[in-house]
Nanobody, 126 residues
Framework: QVQLVESGGGLVQAGGSLRLSCAASGRTFGNYAVGWFRQAPGKEREFVAAISWSGHSTYYGDSVKGRFTISRDNAENTVYLQMTSLKPEDTAVYYC???????????????????WGQGTRVAVSS
C-alpha cells in the first residue's frame, strides 16, 4: 500500500483559495485512484473529489463542483486539490485516500479506499 501525507491546509477568508497536496510514497502510486474527503466536527466524512490512476477521469461532490479541481502528477507521486471561492461551510479536516485500481472508474465511497492520510485542516472565515 502507499502512504499518503496531506499538506497545504490553513486559515483563509471566504472567497479565497487554497491548494492541498497529497504526497504518496511507494513505487505503485500510478496504480491508485486517489480521492479527497472532508470531515467537519460532528459530521460524517464527506466525499469531495476523486481522480483515476491515469488522471483521465475525475468526479466531484455536488457541494464543490465548479469550485474545486483535482489533478495529479504521477511523476511526482502527488495529487492536488485546488480550492477556489471557499465558503465557511468548506471548513473541515481534509483527507486524501488511495484505492488500488487500474480501471477508469472513479471510486467515491469511503469503503472503496484502503490507504488514508492523517488529514490537513482547512478553516474558512466569514
Amino acid at each position: 500500500q502507499v502512504q499518503l501525507v496531506e499538506s497545504g491546509g490553513g486559515l483563509v477568508q471566504a472567497g479565497g483559495s487554497l491548494r492541498l497536496s497529497c504526497a504518496a510514497s511507494g513505487r505503485t502510486f500510478g496504480n491508485y485512484a486517489v480521492g479527497w474527503f472532508r470531515q467537519a466536527p460532528g459530521k460524517e466524512r464527506e466525499f469531495v473529489a476523486a481522480i483515476s490512476w491515469s488522471g483521465h477521469s475525475t468526479y466531484y461532490g455536488d457541494s464543490v463542483k465548479g469550485r474545486f479541481t483535482i489533478s495529479r502528477d504521477n511523476a511526482e507521486n502527488t495529487v492536488y486539490l485546488q480550492m477556489t471561492s471557499l465558503k465557511p461551510e468548506d471548513t473541515a479536516v481534509y483527507y486524501c485516500a488511495g484505492a488500488r485500481t487500474l480501471t477508469q472508474v472513479v471510486p467515491r465511497r469511503v469503503a472503496d479506499f484502503s490507504s488514508w492520510g492523517q488529514g490537513t485542516r482547512v478553516a474558512v472565515s466569514s
